[in-house]
């Protein structure tokens, strides 16, 4: 596989506030969607692996959900899933939304970040859309407060500044053998990556009028002898009124976001992909363990 070049290997997890770019900037460096983007905050939910190749190193990213200020148990089951993702890893990159700077929960990151050992570099967002002066200002107020190993400016959306990042991590993860097999690109698994692609759809589609509580499983999986895969997936959430917006007049708004996640769906798995989404109402899904446990945080955070 790598002939006689040594071969390095290791973890990198993203942290930041909600909303920073952290899914965006993972399915740029993967080169492929292995985590899902919206409008909606905290749409990560858990952590997401995203593995990439550069040059002889595979780096494994770890998307963590955006670090804020819980209100509920299932925001404190995000909030540590993703410091305990951080301390798991080799280098934390912490990600900034240069056009929100350092306030609210950034200010509370820097802080918590200033107890963890691991090497930390500094991502700032979306410099396109801010002025030089602003950025330069940014990055020294944030490495007075955190000691960062190294400082980038980067776009997520248009990839500018990505080359650069990838290059310092490719020499800055530890020699080693690589974890996953070469063509792997995530380590979620495809039920749960359709689940996740679906709650995407479900999201940009009604991101205004449906609460952040609901949630996707896939129920049914059939491999059929055509060649396609027949997929059962319920949408839940907590109320009569929100099972109504999800469904939409006359059905509109379900047909919409099936259509939408089968076509992605079909391009991933490439395979014709039959879609059939239910709606159901469970009160306070949100307190269930089970639910917890199919999303990969722990219920007793």
Partial sequence: MTGETETRSGFVAL?????AGKSTLVNRLVGAKVS???HKVQTTRAIVRGIAIHEQTQIVFMDTPGIFKPRRRLDRAMVTSAWGGAKDA???LLLIDSERGLKGDVEK??????DVKQPKILALNKVDRVK???????????????????TFMISATSGSG???????????LPAGPWYYPEDQISDLPMRQLAAEITREKLFLRLHQELPYSSHVETEKWEERKDGSVRIEQVIYVERDSQKKIALGKNGEAIKAISMNARKEISEILEQPVHLFLFVKVREN???DPERYREMGLDYSS
């Fill in 162 to 172: 990505c080359d650069a990042l990838m290059n310092y991590l490719a020499k800055a």
């Fill in 90 to 92: 080799d280098i934390i």
């Fill in 132 to 150: 030089p002066e602003v950025l330069l200002k940014l990055a020294g107020d944030a490495n007075e407060q955190v000691e960062f190993e190294q």
């Fill in 109 to 114: 990151i820097l802080e918590g970040l200033k």
């Fill in 15 to 19: 942290i930041g506030a909600t909303n």
């Fill in 285 to 287: 899904w949100g307190d």
């Fill in 36 to 38: 899902i983007v919206s």
